[in-house]
């Protein structure tokens, strides 16, 4: 009842918020279903590393909607700071907080897991086609605590995600909490770069046959271990890089002597560097790198079936929408701001001519990102 009192004072963002966390966990959950229906159907006999194989196909699709779930979570003291001031002031702590935003979270994702048993039971009901009834496990017995156990999974994962989310600081009513602008440790600000570094001089090393060769999934062919394993850190190396080209990128804006415009687009760049970096970076890299995969899937290798696209695409969507929900959490952080700003004479145009000029400088940097992840990707499957 408690969260039923809470959702009746959602707003739009809030409900969004919510059910974007359902309709990823609804997503993962058919996919940890489908490799239960597979595993219902495989004759006697069948390796179990072939089960496991496509259980493995499921963990990406589940840390994607954790790290969903955490940013979902961690939005809500910036866009609620009334709600989580008045629990406080009942006496709630942050950790009682942050478990009372987990059991959301948590409910979120059963509502989404249980929408999906629901359609897998009725699939399985003599409704799925010929395609379908492999995929559901259709005609043999299903024991009635496996989907339960597997659908688990995904509210215990998102509620343990939410609750680590981020700190939520004591708040009195009528105390605001400014978060101050955030900035890169300078073991990471070396540490982004170096890995970047050491994965292309992998790939290189690989490219000349070092190392044995390494069977690649989703129909991707094969590759060096070394080559394999550059590509993945040199990927890895440019997310986490992502935050030191927008830094880079406000420092680039304010040089020299800048006017108005770019002073307030290079300053709002540097303070969102580090926030909104990771978020940004990751949709761009794994869209380079699926541009990639497209071309020598488009070149004769098929992807291997619909498994790796469709949790390649339920990856994409989660990072896309961790994304947008960083980007109205920074814009909510940049209101005092705005406000700050235009009591000292700024008018709408001269700030929505920054906000454009903001955006042009991070797409610029994201499309660095994406090229560099293309590149990258294909001289690893190369």
């Given amino acids: 009842m408690f969260y039923l009192r809470l959702a009746r004072g959602y707003r739009v963002l809030d409900l969004g918020r919510w059910i974007l966390t359902a309709a990823a966990a609804a997503a993962t959950a058919a996919l940890l279903l489908r490799a239960l229906g597979r595993a219902l159907v495989d004759p006697p006999?069948?390796?179990?590393?072939?089960?496991?194989?496509?259980?493995?196909?499921?963990?990406?699709?589940?840390?994607?909607?954790?790290?969903?779930?955490?940013?979902?979570?961690?939005?809500?003291?910036?866009?609620?700071?009334?709600?989580?001031?008045?629990?406080?002031?009942?006496?709630?702590?942050p950790l009682r907080i942050r478990l009372l935003v987990a059991g959301e979270t948590a409910l979120a994702c059963a509502a989404g897991s249980l929408l999906a048993l629901v359609g897998f039971l009725v699939l399985r009901?003599?409704?799925?086609?010929?395609?379908?009834?492999?995929?559901?496990?259709?005609?043999?017995?299903?024991?009635?605590?496996?989907?339960?156990?597997?659908?688990?999974?995904?509210?215990?994962?998102?509620?343990?995600?939410?609750?680590?989310?981020?700190?939520l600081r004591d708040t009195l009513p009528g105390q605001r909490t400014e978060r101050g602008v955030q900035s890169l440790g300078p073991l990471r600000?070396?540490?982004?770069?170096?890995?970047?570094?050491?994965?292309?001089?992998?790939?290189?090393?690989?490219?000349?046959?070092?190392?044995?060769?390494?069977?690649?999934?989703?129909?991707?062919?094969?590759?060096?271990?070394?080559?394999?394993?550059?590509?993945?850190?040199?990927?890895?190396?440019?997310?986490l890089t992502a935050p030191l080209l927008l830094a880079a990128a406000g420092r680039l804006l304010?040089?020299?002597?800048?006017?108005?415009?770019r002073l307030l687009a290079g300053r709002g760049l540097q303070a969102e560097a580090v926030r909104l970096g990771v978020p940004l970076g990751l949709p761009a890299?794994?869209?380079?790198?699926?541009?990639?995969?497209?071309?020598?899937?488009?070149?004769?290798?098929?992807?291997g079936g619909v498994l790796p696209v469709a949790d390649a695409a339920l990856v994409g969507l989660c990072a896309v929408a961790v994304a947008g929900v960083r980007l109205v959490g920074a814009r909510s952080a940049r209101v005092p701001r705005l406000d700050l700003v235009r009591r000292m004479g700024a008018g709408t145009g001269l700030l929505?001519?920054?906000?454009?000029?903001?955006?042009?400088?991070?797409?610029?940097?994201?499309?660095?990102?994406?090229?560099?992840?293309?590149?990258?990707?294909?001289?690893?499957l190369r």
């Fill in 45 to 93: 006999g069948t390796a179990v590393a072939v089960s496991a194989a496509r259980l493995g196909w499921c963990l990406p699709a589940l840390a994607a909607t954790g790290w969903l779930a955490a940013s979902c979570a961690r939005a809500l003291p910036d866009r609620r700071p009334g709600r989580v001031a008045g629990l406080t002031a009942a006496g709630a702590g």
């Fill in 125 to 167: 009901n003599d409704i799925a086609g010929a395609e379908l009834a492999p995929e559901v496990g259709m005609g043999a017995r299903l024991p009635a605590a496996a989907p339960l156990t597997l659908l688990l999974a995904v509210p215990l994962v998102a509620a343990a995600a939410a609750v680590v989310a981020g700190p």
């Fill in 189 to 239: 600000a070396a540490a982004a770069p170096a890995a970047v570094a050491v994965g292309a001089a992998l790939e290189l090393y690989g490219r000349h046959g070092g190392g044995g060769r390494l069977h690649l999934p989703a129909g991707l062919g094969t590759a060096t271990t070394a080559g394999a394993a550059g590509g993945v850190l040199a990927l890895l190396g440019l997310v």
């Fill in 254 to 261: 304010v040089a020299g002597r800048p006017y108005t415009v």
């Fill in 285 to 303: 890299v794994l869209a380079g790198a699926a541009v990639a995969a497209g071309q020598r899937w488009a070149a004769g290798h098929g992807p």
């Fill in 352 to 380: 929505r001519r920054a906000a454009l000029v903001r955006a042009g400088a991070a797409g610029s940097v994201l499309l660095l990102a994406a090229a560099g992840a293309a590149a990258l990707t294909a001289a690893a």
